[in-house]
């Protein structure tokens, strides 16, 4: 049977009414990128890529971490396509705008180039995170920082690029959550996975364990009856898995369900918390919510926070919508 592509999907969720022209052309430019990304990420120290920044490779040029790379590829992809008013990077701390003589277009995008880096130089998976956002701001003024603080349940689109054993694409634009796996001879990511759904309930969950001492009670009690076991009130036994790498720990979730949190505490409180509300949060909950999961921040659904900066951090729990409901139950009614 022939193979369905990232091309030939999009074509059918425009044909459906699901999406415009320009916002497919704008997610093909976004999967583009992410391939040359995987090409960087997967020739690990034979590139000289690997390690902190300011060494010299061969040809006596300053070295570039790899996420920086990924940045620069994910910035000049997407200037020229002329389907973004402006875009917003974890590795950049202003709004980058289009370059003047670029063709601009009605979209935000806002993205993790290079996710869970600090894996890159131990060769554990890593990932980028993307979501787009509509240009609130008509007429040609250039979009500044206000145009992005937007709620999670404005996003149009959220998907992010999986560079494990194979490399993967994941993708929602608020009709289910749809995977494709890159087939390296013809370059093309083939739709593998229609329809990624995450079990309602789970015996998995994620988080590190090390903070502990630093959790608030909601999240000592919940973890700790997980850890009971049996034995204790959830009355079954549970697994723990913690790649240290957002992409990776939800996609295992989307494949085989589980609970991932990182929660407040005293550690990360005078930051508001570990993980980015506009390019982590956001397009990993509304991905998990169209999986038929659950994402709040332990009080409120994530989606629905009312963002004041750019690369606010928030706490994360989600995946199977019966542990994350729990959590957050624990969070609101504590005598539950
Ligand atoms: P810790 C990676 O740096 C990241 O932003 C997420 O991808 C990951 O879930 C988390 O931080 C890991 O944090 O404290 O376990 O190193």
Request: aromatic share 6%.
């Amino acid at each position: 049977m022939a193979r369905v592509t990232l091309t030939q999907h999009l074509i059918e969720q425009q044909r459906a009414g699901r999406i415009t022209a320009d916002l497919r052309l704008l997610i093909e430019v976004v999967a583009r990128a992410c391939k040359a990304i995987g090409v960087n990420v997967s020739k690990g120290a034979l590139a000289g890529v690997l390690g902190e920044a300011g060494t010299d490779n061969v040809q006596g040029e300053a070295q570039k971490k790899l996420d920086v790379i990924a940045n620069e590829i994910l910035l000049q992809a997407n200037e020229w396509g002329g389907h973004l008013a402006a875009m917003a990077s974890e590795e950049v701390e202003e709004v980058h705008q289009i370059p003047f003589d670029y063709p601009k277009g009605g979209y935000l995008l806002l993205f993790d180039p290079l996710d869970g880096s600090s894996n890159i130089d131990v060769n554990i998976s890593v990932g980028t995170i993307f979501s787009v956002l509509s240009n609130p701001v008509d007429g040609p003024g250039e979009p500044g920082e206000i145009a992005f603080l937007q709620p999670g349940t404005e996003q149009v689109a959220a998907g992010y690029a999986l560079y494990g054993p194979s490399t993967m694409f994941v993708l929602t634009v608020g009709h289910g959550v749809h995977g494709f796996t890159l087939d390296r001879e013809m370059g093309s990511f083939v739709y593998t996975h229609p329809f990624m759904t995450i079990p309602v309930s789970t015996q998995e969950f994620a988080i590190n364990m090390s903070n502990m001492r630093h959790w608030e009670a909601p999240v000592q009690r919940y973890v700790g009856e997980l850890l009971e076991g049996v034995a204790g009130p959830r009355s079954k036994d549970f697994n723990m898995r913690w790649v240290a790498s957002m992409v990776s720990d939800v996609h295992r979730i989307l494949t085989r369900g589980g609970v991932f949190m990182y929660p407040m505490d005293a550690k990360c409180r005078d930051k508001g918390g570990k993980l980015r509300l506009m390019y982590e949060a956001n397009p990993m909950a509304m991905i998990v919510e169209q999986a038929g999961g659950a994402a709040t921040t332990g009080r409120e659904r994530i989606l629905e926070v009312a963002p004041q900066r750019l690369h606010q951090r928030v706490p994360v729990v989600l995946g199977s919508s019966e542990e994350v409901e729990r959590v957050t139950r624990y969070h609101l009614d504590p005598q539950s």
